[in-house]
């Protein structure tokens, strides 16, 4: 395939020096969940800028979606640019440097504040083509994505992610047929991810001084028992629920037990924080059943074991077809950009969640494809975090995501909307 006369112009308005200051910009703004306000305001004037339209939509006080809207003439699809603005906390430096010449490094810009200077300049490179969509285009910036739930003492806006933003998005405003969403999926069109079940596993103890312990109950080494389960289970589920491509995990997160400060005391608690991916459209009612028959085999094993559990937060996931309009047109996007098939997502990549559950649920055709999540210490390598410095993206994969984003909104845009869905 070759590019036609519309898609060179569109892309020749690309311009890569605003691209790069625009995600070390956003990197440079400190963004944890519960404080995204900063980043959002950035945002708002930012988009602002390109002469839309701009809501603050209040979630929560100090917590707001940012959306702008590109109107189109309304009978083509309406497409939504995804991303949330808070960060996992601890991956990276609170500030942007670059390395190795082309590398942006920075708490958040895999993951994935890079996505946004993208979605910007996809926008910018349509508009200054002339292109009059015949659909409404929004760019938003959700708050409170990051896979994190209130649980015990754990609580307020900084525990308030997994998809807290989102959801408010999908239920006060206008749906949208097609969601892009920008999570480092290493420049690959991820078709699906997976969902979550957050678990609270404890063991209670009796206090009791070091001194005396042989009078206590150790709630640490009752935990000590329940772990290698929990990860032997991790095989057992997977057979449960078996998925073409994808590969569901189990993880054990946190631990937390006992008095840090008073540690010659025998535990009286142990808390174990337990993540059981979900695959799209699990039954969740029978994971939480094979969840009990889980805790209930060890307790009958271990009479004085006494584990207890608690769900304290659930999303399904999401899937739709490999050969779907959208799918098709991204990978046809990024062959014409790099001259290359893109790489499929390997089966654990899938159990990575992402907000684009929320709008599946309602309907929308939704995909993962993003410029971060390629490594940069391993050549066609993809992952995660970078072993020195975090979170990681490199420029020319802004520029490559920026021009696929522009050449897959040409495509949307330019359709009405029984073309595409």
């Given at each position: 395939m070759t590019m036609d006369a519309l898609q060179e112009r569109v892309l020749s308005f690309l311009d890569k020096e605003e691209l790069v200051q625009m995600t070390k910009d956003v990197v440079n703004i400190d963004s944890p969940t519960g404080g995204e306000e900063a980043i959002g305001n950035y945002l708002a004037t930012r988009f602002a800028d390109l002469g839309l339209p701009v809501q603050k939509q209040e979630v929560e006080p100090g917590r707001n979606n940012i959306i702008a809207t590109w109107n189109g003439s309304g009978d083509g699809p309406d497409v939504l640019f995804l991303g949330h603005m808070d960060y996992a906390p601890g991956i990276g430096k609170p500030e942007a440097q670059m390395v190795d010449g082309n590398w942006i490094a920075g708490i958040g810009a895999s993951n994935m504040k890079s996505a946004f200077p993208c979605y910007y300049m996809a926008t910018k490179m349509l508009m200054k083509a002339?292109?009059?969509?015949?659909?409404?285009?929004?760019?938003?910036?959700?708050?409170?994505?990051?896979?994190?739930?209130?649980?015990?003492?754990?609580?307020?806006?900084?525990?308030?992610?997994?998809?807290?933003?989102?959801?408010?998005?999908?239920?006060?405003?206008?749906?949208?047929?097609?969601?892009?969403?920008?999570?480092?999926?290493?420049?690959?069109?991820?078709?699906?991810?997976?969902?979550?079940?957050?678990?609270?596993?404890?063991?209670?103890?009796?206090?009791?001084?070091?001194?005396?312990?042989?009078?206590?109950?150790?709630?640490?080494?009752?935990?000590?028992?329940?772990?290698?389960?929990?990860?032997?289970?991790?095989s057992e589920y997977q057979?449960?629920?078996?998925?073409?491509?994808?590969?569901?995990?189990?993880?054990?997160?946190?631990?937390?037990?006992?008095?840090?400060?008073?540690?010659?005391?025998?535990?009286?608690?142990?808390?174990?924080?337990?993540?059981?991916?979900?695959?799209?459209?699990?039954?969740?009612?029978?994971?939480?059943?094979?969840?009990?028959?889980?805790?209930?085999?060890?307790?009958?094993?271990?009479?004085?074991?006494?584990?207890?559990?608690?769900?304290?937060?659930?999303?399904?996931?999401?899937?739709?077809?490999?050969?779907?309009?959208?799918?098709?047109?991204?990978?046809?996007?990024?062959?014409?950009?790099?001259?290359?098939?893109?790489?499929?997502?390997?089966?654990?990549?899938?159990?990575?969640?992402?907000?684009?559950?929320?709008?599946?649920?309602?309907?929308?055709?939704?995909?993962?494809?993003?410029?971060?999540?390629?490594s940069r210490v391993v050549p066609g390598g993809h992952a995660a975090y970078d072993p020195v410095y975090g979170e990681v993206v490199n420029t020319d994969h802004l520029e490559i995501c920026a021009k696929v984003y522009a050449l897959t909104a040409l495509d949307l845009l330019t359709k009405s909307r029984e073309e595409v869905m």
């Open positions: 002339g292109i009059q969509p015949r659909g409404d285009v929004r760019l938003a910036g959700v708050v409170g994505e990051i896979e994190r739930a209130p649980i015990g003492a754990h609580q307020g806006a900084e525990c308030r992610g997994a998809g807290y933003g989102a959801r408010y998005l999908a239920s006060h405003g206008q749906p949208p047929d097609i969601v892009i969403n920008g999570e480092p999926t290493g420049l690959r069109v991820q078709i699906a991810n997976g969902g979550y079940m957050f678990i609270r596993m404890t063991t209670r103890g009796v206090v009791q001084h070091a001194s005396y312990r042989q009078y206590g109950v150790d709630a640490l080494m009752k935990m000590e028992k329940v772990l290698p389960e929990i990860r032997a289970w991790e057979e449960m629920f078996p998925h073409p491509f994808m590969r569901p995990r189990v993880n054990v997160g946190a631990i937390e037990g006992g008095v840090p400060q008073n540690p010659p005391l025998v535990a009286a608690f142990c808390h174990a924080y337990v993540d059981v991916i979900l695959l799209p459209g699990t039954d969740i009612l029978a994971v939480k059943r094979e969840v009990r028959s889980l805790v209930q085999r060890m307790n009958d094993r271990d009479p004085d074991l006494g584990l207890e559990w608690e769900i304290y937060m659930v999303a399904n996931g999401y899937e739709i077809g490999h050969n779907e309009y959208l799918p098709s047109l991204a990978r046809a996007s990024h062959r014409l950009v790099t001259g290359q098939e893109p790489f499929e997502p390997e089966a654990e990549r899938f159990g990575v969640s992402s907000d684009n559950h929320v709008f599946a649920d309602i309907g929308a055709a939704s995909i993962t494809y993003g410029p971060a999540g390629i």
